[in-house]
């Protein structure tokens, strides 16, 4: 199973962290299978790859930690309702999709 988890960088007090999909048996630290984003809790700031997050909680069922899914939360990507959770992309499919049929390549990151 794959989660999408916080890894550790930076050096002491003065942590950053990497948003990364890993194996849910590897340790914190241990190998990624893609790197998402970074989040910097100290300028507090966050920076995403949506297409990758896309490709692996819709295609492959990433789940999420507490601390990802309120990071997703604020950058607007992910929704709750009623104890479920989503990401917020149906409008970026749907506009990707008749982009990519008229010819022309996605904005989308």
């Known amino acids: 199973m794959i989660r999408f988890r916080l890894k550790r960088y930076g050096r ?10 890993m ?3 590897s340790r914190r630290d241990g190998r990624e ?8 809790p100290i300028r507090n700031k966050i920076s995403l ?4 997050i896309r490709y692996f909680f819709i ?14 939360k604020k950058a607007g990507l992910l929704m ?15 506009r990707d999709f008749l982009k ?4 022309t390549q996605s904005a989308i990151t």
Do not use: E, H
Not at 49 to 52: A, F, G
């Open 33 to 40: 299978l893609a790197n998402l984003g970074f989040y910097d």
């Open 59 to 72: 295609k492959k069922g990433a789940q999420l930690t507490k601390t990802v899914s309120n990071l997703l």
């Open 80 to 94: 709750t309702r009623r104890n479920k959770t989503s990401l917020n992309l149906k409008k970026f499919i749907i």
């Open 12 to 21: 002491k007090q003065r942590a950053t962290y990497r948003i990364v999909a």
């Open 23 to 25: 194996d849910v048996r």
């Open 100 to 103: 990519l049929k008229k010819g």
């Open 49 to 52: 790859n949506k297409t990758l």
